[in-house]
């Protein structure tokens, strides 16, 4: 396929390192800012600031917060406004939130109450109140997210509710647009062409699949050679992926060639950046003849980038449900049925493309908050487990990563479908110990050596995080994080766990029955666990724990991979310096 995916979003991949995850929505600069000092200046303690009340549900998905502090000190803030917006946003209605305010607005307080706020801090007002009210109500939905975490629960709430319902929202809006149809009998069949991308869509989970189809099925209804997906982050458009035909047909792989990341500001010095601002579409010619007086620009260095002449575009932007932009999709040059070039694009193609933009945001909004909810989970389980440090889990996706680099390089892989499998693979080791979530920290937290039973019960967490990727509409991701939270303690020799079933007899995996991407987690994971300090052991010195390493070649471990560990052990270090414990 000519596509590729630019850098992943670091805001979605990075796993957070705090406890507890503030949004502070509102309110003067300087008073936020000295707010968010104090809080993080507790320890655990995380704080985003939102400065633009209107932004407040966008950062609250993109964030994840425990807590939303809405400030209401400054007059002009309708406070009651931002609940109720964050109330009716069905991924962050149960996140507790509390009103910062003085006495003078005490008076809402009835009114904010009845809304389902949480509680109110009256300014002025001591640190001391101010952390502990914020540590308790992060703490009561981070209790309320643990007592929910059945798995089960997580995943038919994820899939069903939410697509079926809003698949049906769009149905209904889609099929409001019957003027149209009436005038031309080709409109209805595109229309139910749009519906069924949809629903398609819709079973995509992981994000840059959905944006390669996304752009795929949009540059094929409006037969365009290239086109372009920015996603908002905050005032900046991130380059988010892109597609280019003619590109493609340069390299000798056909695939689009490599872009570095880079990103617009929201304003009119692009056309990407004017359609996120206003929410218009845009229909252009020529972007080089763009008339002295249209209020935007066309920002030509990525065509500088790629040696490429963007002509005609449709710029439109990716608006949800609630009005609130979360990108722009661009599509550029189109062509004829018989591939020659034309200059414009028809004006009905621009309201399909409208359409297609309501139902592709639907959908990428969805895989963000399947992300985010990824990221919490994967936090709560580490902090049961590893003293609540983003070490151990960077680390290993960290280690992984030069591993397999090295083991593709040996085999002359390497190029963009090579990247994405190491993506794959960084991803899958982030979650290796979710499942450990669902093991009692009476044991996990145990000082001393595990009995047998308790044992027994550790080694469940690589099946009951396995179970958490097993949706019946499983994502690429998903089957390489399922994978690997299953088999990560398989041993190269056999010995490990949790083995198959063979003729009535429980077996461990042994040699390349163990899947690469497992064999390789495992090895990084036990590296880890040997180099730092866990509840129930000191950390080892390095020379020590190399000499294990080397031991366990051909015994714990595959010995190519052990080979490749010590040859890349310069690359082993960085990853380790990069990511210490700071205990
Ligand atoms: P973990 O702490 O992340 O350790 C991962 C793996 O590293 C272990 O898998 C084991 O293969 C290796 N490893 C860790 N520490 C040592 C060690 O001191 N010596 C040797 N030879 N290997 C070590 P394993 O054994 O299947 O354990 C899985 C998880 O069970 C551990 O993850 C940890 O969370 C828990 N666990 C294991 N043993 C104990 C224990 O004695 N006390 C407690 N509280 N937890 C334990
Ligand atoms: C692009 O060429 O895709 C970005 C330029 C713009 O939106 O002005
Ligand atoms: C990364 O390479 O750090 C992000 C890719 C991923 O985790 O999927
Ligand atoms: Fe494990
Ligand atoms: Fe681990």
């Known amino acids: 396929m000519s596509s590729q995916p630019v850098n992943s979003n670091p805001s979605l991949h990075s796993v957070p390192t705090h406890r507890h995850e503030v949004l502070l929505v509102g309110g003067d600069f300087a008073a936020s800012r000295e707010i968010r000092l104090l809080l993080e200046s507790a320890g655990g303690v995380g704080v985003t600031l939102c400065v633009r009340t209107t932004d407040a549900t966008d950062e609250a998905i993109r964030t994840c917060p ?36 003085t006495q003078e607005t ?17 300014f002025p007002v001591s640190t001391t109140e101010l952390i502990a009210k914020v540590r308790t109500h992060s703490n009561g939905y981070l209790n309320v997210l643990k007592r929910n975490r059945s798995i089960a629960a997580y995943e038919s709430l994820q899939s069903e509710l939410r697509t079926s319902h809003r698949a049906l929202e769009e149905h209904r809006r889609i099929g409001s647009l019957s003027a149209h149809e009436a005038v031309d009998p080709d409109w209805q069949i595109r229309l139910n062409g749009l519906m069924q991308i949809g629903v398609e869509l819709h079973l995509i989970q992981d994000l840059q699949s959905l944006l390669d189809r996304i752009l795929s099925e949009a540059r094929h209804l409006l037969r365009a050679t290239a086109g372009t997906i920015f996603l908002r982050e905050g005032d900046t458009l991130r380059f988010a992926f892109f597609q280019n035909d003619e ?7 056909g695939e689009t060639p ?57 710029a439109v932007p990716l608006t949800d449900h609630a009005g609130r932009i979360h990108g722009v999709i ?61 070490g151990h889990i960077e680390r290993v996706a960290g280690y992984s990563a030069v591993i397999f680099e090295e083991w593709s390089r040996r085999r002359g892989l390497e190029g963009p479908a090579f990247e994405r499998q190491r993506d794959r693979l960084r991803d899958a080791a982030r979650v290796h ?11 996990l937290r145990k000082t ?15 099946q009951r995080g396995s179970e958490l990727f097993s949706s019946h509409n499983p994502s690429d991701l998903d089957d390489a994080r399922r994978e690997v939270a299953l088999l990560h303690h398989e041993r190269w020799d056999g010995k490990g766990y949790p083995g198959i079933e063979e003729a009535g007899r429980r077996r461990g995996r042994r040699g390349e029955e163990i899947p690469l991407f497992a064999r390789i987690v495992g090895l990084s994971d036990v590296f880890d666990a040997l180099s730092t300090r866990r509840c129930y052991k000191e950390a080892w010195d390095e020379a020590r724990v190399l000499e294990f390493m080397q031991g366990e070649s051909n015994r714990h471990f595959d010995p190519e991979l052990v080979e490749i560990f010590f040859a890349q052990l310069d690359a082993i270090r960085t990853v380790r310096d990069a990511h210490r414990d700071h205990l």
Request: hydrophobic share 45%; proline share 5%.
């Open 448 to 462: 001393g050596q595990l009995d047998a039973a308790e044992y027994e019960e550790v080694k469940k967490h690589t």
């Open 330 to 390: 661009e599509l550029i040059n189109p062509v004829s049925d018989q591939g020659n070039p034309r200059v414009g694009f028809p004006v009905q193609d621009t309201q399909l493309m409208e359409h297609f933009a309501n139902i592709a945001t639907l959908a990428i909004n969805r895989a963000h908050h399947r992300e985010n909810e990824m990221r919490r989970m994967l936090k709560m389980a580490e902090f049961r487990d590893a003293d609540e440090t983003g």
């Open 66 to 101: 425990t807590v939303i502090l809405v400030d209401l000190r400054l007059p002009g803030v309708d406070g009651l406004q931002v609940v109720d917006a964050l109330e009716r946003c069905a991924e962050i209605g149960a996140v507790p939130t509390i009103i910062l305010a």
């Open 247 to 253: 590109l493609a047909h340069r390299t000798a792989s």
């Open 106 to 122: 005490d008076s809402i307080r009835e009114a904010a109450f009845a809304r389902g706020v949480s509680d109110f801090i009256i």
């Open 258 to 314: 490599h872009v570095p990341t880079f990103s617009l500001p929201v304003c009119d010095r692009s056309i990407a950046g004017w359609v996120c601002l206003t929410g218009q579409l845009v229909n252009i010619p020529d972007c080089y003849r763009i008339p002295a007086d249209a209020p935007y620009r066309f920002d030509s260095s990525f065509d500088s980038l790629l040696g490429f002449r963007t002509r005609s575009m449709v």
């Open 433 to 443: 110990d979710v499942g450990k979530m669902a093991i009692s920290d009476v044991i």
